[in-house]
């Protein structure tokens, strides 16, 4: 499989996940997008500072040859991907409870541990 193959591959499989799937939905919002924003100019930078010092080197079979300063386009498509399946799979686990909210301060089972210390 080809790095756009796979970066294609997992556009879909984010897309699907997000809208049909899990039903997060975070694809739809302008919060994504401004936030995706942010990361996308950072990825910018971190692309072109390794990929113009040769830290990584691309197989041009491998890649469609459109490039972003000197990254591959299929490097943005892959960061799409782990970014918004990153926050896709945290809403959906937070929905469910996986993270239940604490109140402010330490957490009980610290305080109980503290105390049992100082005896």
Same mark, same amino acid.
């Given at each position: 499989?080809?790095?756009?193959?796979?970066? @294609?591959?997992?556009? $879909?499989?984010? %897309?699907a996940l997000d809208l049909w799937v899990l039903r997060t939905r975070? @694809?739809?919002?302008? $919060?994504?997008? %401004?936030?995706y924003a942010?990361?996308?100019f950072f990825q910018l930078i971190t692309n072109e500072w390794l990929t113009s010092r040769g830290v990584f080197?691309?197989?041009?079979?491998?890649i469609l040859g459109w490039r972003i300063g000197h990254?591959?386009?299929?490097?943005?498509?892959?960061g799409f991907s782990l970014v918004a399946q990153s926050m896709v799979w945290w809403v959906w686990w937070g929905r469910r409870g996986v993270q239940p909210e604490t109140g402010p301060?330490?957490?009980p089972e610290l305080m109980r541990f503290a105390r049992r210390s100082r005896r």
């Open positions: 499989m080809t790095h756009t193959e796979a970066s @294609l591959l997992g556009i $879909a499989v984010t %897309v975070l @694809l739809t919002r302008r $919060a994504f997008w %401004v936030s942010i990361v996308l080197h691309y197989d041009e079979d491998a990254a591959p386009v299929e490097d943005f498509l892959f301060g330490p957490r």
